[in-house]
């Protein structure tokens, strides 16, 4: 467990940078041509809270593994969820100059904590990654399979993130991104704000998946060993 200081520490400091992301964020910068996009981007006040609240709970859930080395790796997770989930939110598209730069320096990190864990975490973020990304690729590829070049180019970095806790924190997390994406699209179906050949945004679903098994897989654990 984290000392409080750590986890406020790191709340405080990733909402900031959150905040001047949103800014950023909320001039459309990341918008091109092919989004055809005419509506405003969105309102700069939650990608802070959002950072920070994720940076808690990346301080709190994993701070102290592997010598806090860890820690850097979540800490940046936390930042490119908010990015992503508002760019795929307000353009339904991934950017590749996002997604690949942040996460092959989410890689980097991991190895680093691998490193200080004695290497033996390094297999699971390779299994993860191996794993999650051949789910989604096939995903691609099935017809009507729902997901865009953007999850998949995501989904190796998520499931290396998720496969270097554990591979519960794999089965976690993307159990519960299907279950949030598929939710997410009943609950837009049936109030008609989309057709059944409509794009949804999958990429928020991912993040969230994941964040939800890195807060809860040990409880589930827990819950599922009492029975």
Do not use: N
């Amino acid at each position: 467990m984290s000392p409080w200081w750590v986890v406020v520490l790191c709340a405080l400091v990733m909402g900031g940078l959150g905040h001047l992301t949103g800014r950023e964020l909320a001039t459309g910068g990341y918008r091109i041509p092919e989004d055809e996009a005419e509506h405003a981007p969105g309102r700069p006040w939650w990608p802070g809270l959002a950072t920070g609240a994720l940076a808690a709970l990346a301080a709190v859930a994993v701070g102290d593994l592997a010598q806090w080395a860890a820690l850097p790796a979540f800490l940046l997770f936390a930042w490119l969820t908010v990015g992503l989930v508002w760019i795929d939110l307000d353009v339904h598209r991934l950017p590749v100059g996002l997604v690949v730069p942040s996460g092959g320096a989410l890689l980097v990190l991991l190895a680093v904590a691998s490193l200080a864990s004695g290497g033996s975490r390094w297999l699971g973020a390779v299994v993860g990654a191996a794993v999650m990304g051949a789910v989604y690729l096939l995903l691609g590829l099935l017809p009507g399979g729902g997901v865009g070049g953007g999850d998949i180019r995501l989904a190796p970095v998520i499931g290396a993130l998720l496969g270097w806790l554990s591979l519960g924190h794999l089965v976690v997390g993307m159990a519960a991104g299907f279950l949030v994406g598929g939710v997410t699209a009943v609950v837009l179906l049936l109030g008609r704000r989309v057709g059944l050949k409509s794009s949804i945004a999958y990429g928020p679903a991912m993040c969230l998946g994941a964040w939800v098994a890195v807060a809860a897989t040990s409880r589930i654990a827990t819950a599922l060993v009492g029975r």
